[in-house]
C-alpha cells in the first residue's frame, strides 16, 4: 500500500536540516527498542517496594533508566532477572508515541523468555499504569502479574513475530529486530519513503499513528 507524501497511512516529509540531528536521535531511539535490560538484579532507591504481586517486565519496563523517566529516581523499585515458561515477546499491534513498534507478551508453549520481576508499591503500580495507555495490567499467575496489550499482537506472513533482540529458549516463532519490522511495514505502507521519514512520521503525527495502529490491529491476533 503506498501512500506517499500524506497518504492514508503515510505521512509529512522530514522537513529541512535544521532538525537532522533530532530526527536522527528519535530514529536511534526508535531502533534501539527494546533497550538495555540488565542480566542481573537491580534497585532504585531506599524503601520500601511493596509486598502485592511482583510484576513482568519486559521491554521498556525492563530498563532501570527508562523505569527512573517513568517513576522518578527517587522511587523504589527492586527487580530480580526470571525466566517466563510457555511464553515469547512479540510485536504488539500498534505504534508508540515515539514511533518504535513495542513488544506484548505472548503465550507460546515450549517458549522460556527472559524477564525481570518488578517489585513496586501498589500506588506506584498504578503510576506505571498511567505510563502504559496501550496496555492492560492484569493477574498472570498467583502472586504476579503482567501488561497485556489492548491492541492484541501483531501478525505478519500468518503469524506473531517474536522480537529478535529478546533471546529465547524454545521459540517457535519467526524473529525479527525492530528495523527490521519497521522496514517490513515501510514496503507495505509507504514503499516511496526512506526509512527514516517513515519512521519520523508515525513519531511526529498523532494522526499517523492512530491510522498505522488500525492498520495493524487489522491483522492482529488477541
Not at 86 to 93: G, L, N, Q, T, V
Not at 142 to 150: I, N, T
Not at 164 to 183: H, I
Request: proline share 9%; glycine share 10%; aromatic share 4%.
Amino acid at each position: 500500500m503506498s501512500t506517499g507524501g500524506r497518504g492514508a497511512v503515510g505521512g509529512p516529509a522530514i522537513r529541512g536540516a535544521a532538525g537532522r540531528h533530532e530526527h536522527r536521535a528519535a530514529l536511534a531511539r526508535v531502533l534501539a527498542y527494546p533497550y538495555l535490560a540488565p542480566d542481573g538484579p537491580f534497585s532504585r532507591a531506599e524503601g520500601c517496594a511493596g509486598e502485592g504481586p511482583e510484576l513482568v517486565a519486559f521491554g521498556a519496563n525492563a530498563d532501570p533508566e527508562v523505569l527512573a523517566g517513568k517513576l522518578g529516581a527517587d522511587t523504589p523499585v527492586s527487580a530480580r532477572p526470571a525466566l517466563l515458561a510457555d511464553h515469547d515477546i512479540a510485536f504488539s499491534a500498534h505504534v508508540s508515541p515515539y514511533g518504535a513498534i513495542p513488544a506484548a507478551l505472548l503465550p507460546s508453549p515450549g517458549t522460556c523468555v527472559p524477564v525481570h520481576l518488578l517489585r513496586l508499591a501498589e500506588e506506584d503500580r498504578a503510576r506505571l499504569d498511567a505510563t502504559e495507555p496501550n496496555y492492560l495490567r492484569e493477574a498472570l499467575a498467583p502472586g504476579l502479574e503482567a501488561y497485556r496489550s489492548r491492541h492484541g499482537v501483531l501478525n505478519l506472513d500468518g503469524g506473531p513475530v517474536a522480537l529478535a533482540a529478546v533471546p529465547a529458549r524454545g521459540r517457535t516463532l519467526p524473529a525479527l529486530t525492530q528495523e527490521a519490522l519497521l522496514e517490513r511495514l515501510r514496503v507495505l505502507l509507504d514503499p516511496r519513503a526512506t526509512l527514516e521519514a517513515f519512521v519520523m512520521a508515525q513519531a511526529d503525527d498523532a494522526r499517523v499513528r492512530a491510522e498505522r495502529t488500525a492498520w495493524l490491529r487489522s491483522r492482529a491476533s488477541r
